[in-house]
């Protein structure tokens, strides 16, 4: 499975963007994905994350609320919609797929190459 992550850019405080993870493979339809980021000088971390069914989806605390994952099978495509954004949701994200749903990076097989959010106060 390769993944296409894209749709970021640079949002003011209190704006929006909606987030992308493209995949390639028919199998995609059956793996996990979850959403990580990495602010500069920081390590990465836990996102979001939905299982193959979109049946179940969780988020960090951090952007509870505000993030919803969701995702269309038959595009092969997992989305991110940030709503509310704050400058501390600057960071590179990251779509990963995997066996199952987790907020643990180490599960997850198959990663994106990262799209830039930058949100300016």
């Known amino acids: 499975v390769q993944l296409q992550a894209c749709g970021g850019g640079l949002v003011q405080a209190g704006g929006s963007l909606r987030l992308s993870c493209a995949a390639s493979?028919?199998?995609?339809?059956?793996?996990?994905v979850g959403w990580f980021r990495q602010a500069p000088g920081k390590e990465r971390e836990f996102v979001a994350a939905?299982?193959?069914?979109?049946?179940?989806?969780y988020y960090a605390d951090s952007v509870k609320g505000r993030f919803t994952i969701s995702r269309d099978n038959a595009k092969n495509t997992v989305y991110l919609q940030m709503n509310s954004l704050k400058p501390e949701d600057t960071a590179v994200y990251y779509c990963?797929?995997?066996?199952?749903?987790?907020?643990?990076?180490?599960?997850?097989?198959?990663w994106g190459q990262g799209t830039l959010v930058t949100v300016s106060s």
């Open positions: 990963a797929a995997g066996g199952v749903d987790s907020d643990y990076a180490g599960v997850y097989d198959f």
């Open positions: 493979g028919r199998t995609f339809r059956s793996y996990a």
């Open positions: 939905i299982n193959w069914s979109a049946g179940n989806t």
